[in-house]
């Protein structure tokens, strides 16, 4: 049909038929909250970060806090991260995997005190004294003399996500990019009595500016050299498919595009290609490129939920974001 016959501006008239006509939308159960837990910090101590203005790092009792409010605005899950004690880290990441570590603790108080669903970061990155998501050995044909190995880094990754399942994770989040990771952790935590622990996988991670406020935040770059022999090169959209076709054999349960904003592409490529649940993960770079635009006056806070409804209108189930407590706390979503 041809105008004046057709008139689209028909569905645009008011907002009581924007809202009946919207094919996408965005709800409360589509939020994960990304939440960093400092072990050094005490009590109600929470440290506001620098690089992601409105965000903090929590102590173990405030951070519970903080997700019992979200939890009342009805949050449904939570992805915990863990900021262990400087001192601590070593070459094998041993704070990652001891039953005491700040997560496992974390993921103990959040089980007994709330009903969220809890999925926990599992990567040795934040934990080991080179910064590297695996473990390390010289190799002089490597773009920075160092090799991080795969196979060897497996055992370590399975053990994490043994330890976070022990703790009472419903989910555990493999983000490493070492390849076999999530038959490893499969394995593990079958042998061990945790058949029903899921693996949310990062499946197609890669290697992104708009990490750098996270690793700001977790202090987890490296000491030397990137993370380019193990995430994805930016150019790559077929490979992701790839990654997340292993994934699907390997027994993950959701699959994840990560960051979000720049692989809109991918995510709806993913979407097509797969019958799991699929995570979106806006990363750190894209709340605060939009959260710097606001204060200085550039944008206003429309941007926020326009950005999230596009991850989801590209095919994302389920978005990891830090806008989270801004759109729950001010009643932006139902
Ligand atoms: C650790 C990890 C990173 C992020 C989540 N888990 C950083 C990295 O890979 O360097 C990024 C999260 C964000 O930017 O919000 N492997
Ligand atoms: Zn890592």
Known sequence: MEFPTTRMRRLRKNAKIRDIVRETKLQKEDLIYPIYFKEELQAMQKEEISSLPGEFRYSLDAGVEFAKQLENKG????????????????EIASPDYSATGIVQKAIRKLKKETNLVIISDVCLCQYTSHGH????????????????????????????ALSHAEAGADIVAPSDMMD???????????????????????????????????????????????????????????EAIRECELDVIEGADFLMVKPALPYLDVVRMVRDEFMLPLVAYNVSGE?????????????????????????????????????????????VIE
């Open 75 to 90: 949050l449904k899950s939570i992805i915990v991260f863990g900021i262990p004690k400087e001192e601590t880290k070593d």
């Open 133 to 160: 998501c695996g473990m390390i050995k010289e190799n002089d044909d490597t773009d920075d003399g160092i090799e991080i190995l795969n196979d060897e880094s497996l055992p370590y990754i399975a053990k994490v």
């Open 180 to 238: 076999g990771r999530v038959a490893a952790i499969r394995q593990t935590l079958d042998d061990e009595g945790y058949e029903n622990v899921m693996i949310m996988s990062y499946s197609a991670k890669y290697a992104s500016a708009f990490y750098e406020p996270f690793r700001v935040a977790a202090c987890s770059s490296p000491h030397l050299g990137d993370r380019k022999s193990y995430q994805m090169d930016p150019g790559n959209a077929i």
């Open 287 to 331: 709340y605060s490129m939009i959260m710097a635009a606001i204060e200085k006056g550039y944008l206003t806070e429309r941007a926020i939920s326009e950005s999230l409804i596009s991850i989801k209108r590209a095919g994302a189930d389920l978005i990891i974001t830090n806008f989270a407590p801004y759109l729950l706390l001010n009643d």
